[in-house]
């Protein structure tokens, strides 16, 4: 186990970024500067700072522990939890466009139920939320 949380390390962060969405997530800033930023959430997060893969991981796995909850873990952010209604811990209907934009910016879930406290609001542009919202969702976006 000593190795799990290094996933979650500006260590394995890529060199290079292939689009503005995985910028975003991983540095929680813009190319052109634009910081987006978190409105409360998670310990974890205020203190290590950064984007989404802060707490979701490099591999937008998830499973970083929300210390100090050390029993809420975030939830992976895949394709396959993302699309499919599923049983994970995080029982949800399948994300589109416009309601992953409500989770981010919102804290609302598919359902329409608040998501976890521990997952922050963010202020962030329309520009960077649709970049980023095109990368977590991949060839689904439309």
Known sequence: ?????????????????????????????????????????NHHMQMHGGGCATCHGSEKEGGAIMWPRFWVMAPALTDAALQSEHDDGHNHA??????LKKAIVNG????????????????ISEESLNALVHYLMGEHSH
């Open 1 to 41: 186990m000593d190795g799990h949380n290094s996933r979650y390390s500006v260590d394995n962060w890529p060199a290079s970024f292939s689009s503005e969405g995985e910028r975003l997530y991983f540095t929680g800033v813009s190319s052109s500067g634009e910081r987006i930023r978190p409105v409360g959430g």
């Open 108 to 123: 609302i879930g598919p359902d329409g139920e608040p998501l976890h406290a521990t997952m922050p609001r963010w202020k």
């Open 94 to 99: 399948s994300y589109d466009e416009s309601s």
